[in-house]
């Protein structure tokens, strides 16, 4: 199983074409989010994905009936995974796999728990108390009990969430940084062997690879570091 998922973050279609081509062997999916899709849409999508498996990372966020009709919105595309926040509540997350029902294949529908990019610090300043491990299994919990298919995570909570929640959940994990690698905006990281050891299904990685001199290699090397790890 390949476990890496590159994320194309970029709002050059070109750009985003030739990275997918040259990193795509070495990945289970390739992830698209807000940068690429809000600038190119459905027709960028369709030209960079080529028909590859596609993680559409777009962290829906909004009123139950808002969330379930874009998710109708983007089924025609395909995509094998899409993000909401969890953080919209139970029936915005029910509403959100109803619609995702409705696909042939439906897309697994991850649940973001507490972005990467926060710190305990930065989620006490938006009210938030008791800590990130805290509130990643409060919003865990919610998400599964509504049908989320898995959650987004940062490489810190897979054991806790593993305890309680077992190995059915996907575990997609941002938030990583190979060794030596500038943290950036990213919180909560690990490396991709310690995220892949600790329980999680797919890691996520953008920078560490786009910004390589060469993202195919920077990408096979992650790939090679992880693979066999976890059966
Ligand atoms: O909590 C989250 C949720 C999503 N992401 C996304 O993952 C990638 C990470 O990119 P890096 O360049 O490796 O930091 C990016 O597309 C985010 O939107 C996340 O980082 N954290």
């Not at 938006?126 to 995570?153: H, M």
């Amino acid at each position: 199983m390949r476990r890496l998922i590159a994320a194309i973050d970029t709002p050059d279609v070109l750009q985003a074409a030739a990275l997918v081509h040259e990193i795509a062997p070495h990945c289970g999916l390739v992830k698209l989010g807000l940068e690429f899709f809000l600038r190119h849409g459905a027709p960028g999508y369709r030209e960079v994905a080529q028909g590859r498996p596609v993680f559409l990372d777009l962290k829906l966020h909004d009123i139950p009936n808002t969330v379930a009709g874009a998710v109708r919105s983007l089924l025609p595309l395909a995509p094998d995974m899409l993000t909401i926040h969890a953080a919209g509540g139970g029936a915005m997350v029910a509403a959100a796999v109803e619609a995702a029902a409705a696909a042939p294949v439906p897309p697994k529908i991850l649940a973001v728990t507490v972005l990467t990019s926060l710190d305990a610090r930065a989620l006490h300043d938006i009210g938030v108390a008791g800590g990130t491990t805290q509130q990643v299994l409060r919003l865990a919990r919610l998400a599964l009990e509504n049908g989320a298919d898995g959650l987004i995570c940062s490489p810190h909570e897979i054991a806790q969430l593993r305890d309680a929640f077992g190995e059915k959940p996907l575990l997609v994990v941002p938030g990583i940084r190979p060794l030596g690698a500038a943290m950036g905006d990213q919180a909560r990281v690990m490396t991709p062997e310690e995220a892949v050891s600790a329980g999680a299904d797919y890691i996520v990685v953008g920078r560490p690879i786009t910004g390589a001199p060469q993202p195919g290699a920077a990408a096979a090397e992650i790939a090679a570091a992880i693979s066999g790890l976890r059966g």
